[in-house]
């Protein structure tokens, strides 16, 4: 395309036609720049991927087996190792009702498409994982916004309330670990009340567990999924204990959309790539992911830790914060009042130090969330993580002045 053209005559559908770039692809080009201390991001941290185990396993896959560069059929074993998993996270299922998908991002894409009728509703909390709001776009979802609270998660009664008025929700989006973007694990009591809702309204649950297996407290609960089986659909993904780099994740459902997932599929794709299906079964079968998730939490842990005191140390007055117990992130509440999104051009500019303003988490750009900002600690090593808060509270301390 020629940098002339003129975007209003580029021929696109209306909805795409209102895309803005996302905050994450604007944060890319601030965070690259050298010398940025970045609390962005939700990426894992590169010095703990399991570079080794990673290629001694492609490497047998090459050595090993012909076919491993020709198209083919999703790999039944990988399927059978995610079961396993499963059932380390207290949930029982089988392997016809895994399906293999690009990424925990693929695999809510492709349950929209079978489960959502253009211009129907969808649920979700008003501080949602901003991909997920990408995924609606193209069905021009009316969204169902109901409250969620930093430390209690989503808000019950406002789902019963919005169901008892006859709403019927294509499916309600939620997380009930490692809550991108609040930090936060819900409850048992909690998680039951809001199965039984699902089951009583027939309403079908998305349950986003990109970061289920990242934890890092004695007591650890089962997923949604754990409870119900019918009205539950789980996403998974290698993402986040891996390598993003590998592109596979997976879903849980009911038997019978298995196919259907894989006819969306590869309308789009063909298949989620064999090869690094393969390379994944390799390193699985070699028994290594065990001590890595061993590994990965305790890091995190101190990665947690580290940036919460460092929080008690830096941040002004009347900020507060979640202690997550699971996932990558910190959500900071300022006085209402405090707009992140403004702010942040001054941190990258006086202190050099990124976040992501709580704007990017709210529903069609909502503001309810203009005083928060997101926080990541998996992506930068303690000491750094010590510095970079010092610079946000500076950040903070000037704008309060
Ligand atoms: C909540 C949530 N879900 C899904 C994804 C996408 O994960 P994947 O790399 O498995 O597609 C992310 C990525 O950051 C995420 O934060």
Avoid at 84 to 93: D, P
Avoid at 226 to 247: C, T
Avoid at 360 to 367: I, L
Wanted: charged share 20%; hydrophobic share 45%.
């Amino acid at each position: 395309m020629s940098s002339t053209t003129n975007p209003s005559e580029l021929p696109l559908a209306p909805w795409a036609r209102r895309l803005a770039p996302s905050a994450i692809q604007d944060m890319l080009q601030h965070i690259t720049k050298p010398g940025v201390f970045s609390l962005a991001l939700g990426l894992p941290a590169a010095e703990l991927f399991p570079t080794q185990g990673m290629a001694e396993a492609a490497a047998r896959v090459l050595a090993e087996q012909g076919g491993a560069l020709q198209y083919s059929a999703t790999l039944q074993p990988l399927r059978e190792h995610v079961v396993a998993l499963m059932a380390k996270r207290g949930v029982r299922c089988s392997p016809q009702q895994v399906f293999l998908t690009t990424g925990a991002q693929q695999g809510m894409n492709l349950l929209a498409r079978l489960m959502l009728e253009p211009g129907q509703a969808v649920m979700l909390e008003d501080r949602v994982y901003s991909g997920f709001q990408q995924v609606l776009d193209p069905f021009q979802a009316r969204r169902l916004a109901v409250p969620t609270d930093a430390r209690t998660g989503i808000d019950l009664d406002a789902v019963q309330s919005v169901l008892a008025s006859g709403e019927r929700p294509a499916f309600l989006y939620t997380m009930s670990d490692g809550h991108n973007p609040l930090g936060l694990s819900l409850a048992a009591e909690a998680r039951e009340r809001l199965v039984k809702l699902a089951r009583d309204y027939r309403m079908p649950i998305i349950e986003d567990d990109a970061y289920g297996f990242l934890h890092y407290e004695d007591r650890v609960l089962p997923p949604l999924r754990a409870l119900d089986e019918q009205w539950v659909y789980y996403v998974g993904s290698f993402s986040k204990i891996l390598a993003p780099a590998l592109r596979v994740g997976w879903v849980v459902v009911p038997e019978p959309m298995v196919f259907r997932l894989a006819t969306v599929k590869e309308s789009s794709d063909i298949d989620t790539a064999t090869f690094t299906q393969r390379i994944i079964l390799a390193f699985l079968d070699s028994g290594k992911l065990e001590g890595h998730l061993v590994r990965l939490r305790q890091e995190y842990r101190l990665r947690r830790d580290t940036l919460l005191r460092a929080l008690e140390t830096h941040l002004p007055k009347g900020a507060s914060w979640t202690k997550p117990a699971s996932g990558m992130f910190v959500w900071v509440e300022l006085p209402e009042g405090n707009d992140t999104t403004a702010l942040l051009a001054r941190a990258l500019e006086l202190e050099k130090v990124a976040y992501l303003p709580g704007q990017a988490f709210g529903v069609q750009g909502g503001r309810s969330a203009a005083h928060c900002m997101r926080l990541n600690f998996s992506n930068c090593e303690p000491a750094r993580i010590e510095d970079a808060v010092a610079r946000l509270g500076r950040v903070l301390a000037l704008a309060r002045g």
